[in-house]
């Protein structure tokens, strides 16, 4: 069964603490792309990466972190310094214009 | 101001009409207009692609249209069922390159009501 998955579905982060959320796809999709999605913006880049062992920052990057080591996978970490955490987080691949998105991860802050 | 303006804001129909949605955009240079869906709670899902030279496309009961003089768009959707209920996303991709570039608009939410 192809497509992008997305864990946990809801994840709960405490004060200072950095949290890390998962991002695998089976599509042999070389470009992986996360997303921020707050209630009343559209979606925002957070980091998109065109190829394994290579990533570039966008829109919204500070206080985030990526790594790219293998084409199926493109965790994103959350750290203490993002001070406003709490949003929708979209995974996406891509080929060609069409983009596909997994299920996201709810991130709370307790 | 975004450059992706999306109208209206909330939709309720009933179960089997028609209805259609806006999407207006100031992105320029154009490369092309995306519809997406997205249900609550889940990831969104890719409707349509239209280039500046293609004026409608269709998926099943989604139809799009685009002006890219008057830069407008619409969505239509025909003989709505209940699954329609979901957030109809505009967007809009401003230069040639990779998907970097990509202007969301901020949805219609759409309730299809039996």
């Known amino acids: 069964d192809g497509g992008i998955t997305q864990s946990p579905k809801y994840l709960f982060r405490k004060e200072g603490q950095n949290v890390t959320l998962s991002c695998e796809q089976n599509l042999n999709h070389d470009a992986m792309y996360w997303y921020r999605q707050d209630p009343g913006q559209g979606l925002r880049l957070i980091y998109y990466s065109q190829i394994v062992n290579d990533f570039q920052k966008g829109d919204i990057a500070e206080g985030y972190s990526v790594s790219r080591e293998k084409k199926e996978s493109f965790p994103l970490t959350v750290t203490s310094a993002q001070k406003n955490p709490t949003a929708f987080y979209l995974c996406?691949?891509?080929?060609?214009?069409?983009?596909?998105f997994g299920p996201g991860t709810r991130l709370l802050v307790l | 101001k975004n450059q992706v303006e999306q109208s209206p804001q909330s939709l309720i129909i009933l179960e089997g009409k028609n209805c259609t949605l806006q999407c207006n955009y100031t992105v320029s240079p154009f490369s092309n207009l995306r519809w997406y869906k997205q249900d609550t709670g889940r990831g969104p899902v890719s409707l349509t692609i239209?280039?500046?030279s293609e004026n409608t496309k269709s998926n099943g009961r989604y139809t799009a249209t685009l002006d890219a003089d008057t830069k407008q768009s619409s969505l239509h959707i025909t003989a709505s069922q209940l699954s329609d209920s979901a957030s109809y996303i505009c967007v809009v991709r401003g230069t040639a390159g990779n998907n970097r570039k990509l202007i969301w608009g901020l949805g219609t939410s759409l309730a299809v009501n039996p």
């Open positions: 996406a691949s891509s080929i060609g214009e069409t983009l596909f």
């Open positions: 239209m280039t500046f």
